[in-house]
């Protein structure tokens, strides 16, 4: 898999009236947009979204969403790699420490749940903006348990980034060849987080 295969966006802007511009973007292309719309406002919806390059095979919504808490959520996506399957959990965790804690639970949850379907995964990654300024604080003590090692290059903010505010875990953490953070005169007006740009070693073909 190349890093051109799946882009992770969050608090994307999905248009109720007519197509988004994720989906503008994907036109006479071989890309998909998936959206994971988590907020609902009277103009439009806001959320999480996907954009790949692969096949899709299924999609489903995690409602992580806290009581008291701007609603939540991940997009849970399973895409063709060659001969096999790769999961994609893409998600923007909560502000309150405790709200991130309950969040990181239920995603390790979903990552952990025992089905058929879950042993054809070959690989498994999470990725999103996890809100998490505590380096030391038991959400990533919890995610680094799981996924043990994953860089983690500086994003935000992006005109001078100092804090590893996004991040790309991925379970066989040793075909995880590279992780940088983009950091470009572009980037750095598109977003107060510079995006990732990850390089797998699936392979599969």
């Excluded at 609902?40 to 979204?49: I, K, L, P, Q, V």
């Amino acid at each position: 898999m190349t890093n051109a295969d799946v882009i992770a966006l969050q608090e994307v802007e999905i248009l109720r009236d007519r197509p988004g511009l994720l989906d503008y973007f994907c036109e006479d292309s071989s890309w998909t947009a998936i959206h994971g719309p988590t907020l609902e406002r009277t103009s439009a919806d806001y959320g999480n979204a996907l954009l790949t390059s692969l096949p899709v095979q299924s999609v489903s919504r995690v409602d992580i969403s806290q009581p008291g808490r701007e609603p939540r959520g991940a997009l849970d996506a399973v895409l063709r790699v060659g001969q096999a399957n790769l999961r994609v959990l893409a998600t923007h965790l909560g502000l309150k420490p405790a709200e991130r804690r309950a969040q990181v639970q239920q995603l390790l949850n979903a990552l952990q749940a025992k089905t058929e379907d879950s042993k054809q995964y070959a690989f498994s990654v999470l990725m999103g903006d996890l809100n998490e300024w505590f380096l030391w604080g038991r959400p990533l003590r919890l995610l680094k348990k799981h996924f043990r090692s994953a860089r983690a290059p500086a994003t935000f903010p992006s005109g001078y980034p100092l804090f590893a505010l996004d991040r790309i875990w991925l379970e066989q953490s040793d075909l995880m060849r590279s992780v940088r953070a983009l950091n470009n005169p572009l980037t750095r007006i598109a977003s107060d987080h510079l995006p990732l740009l990850a390089r797998l070693e699936t392979g599969s073909s």
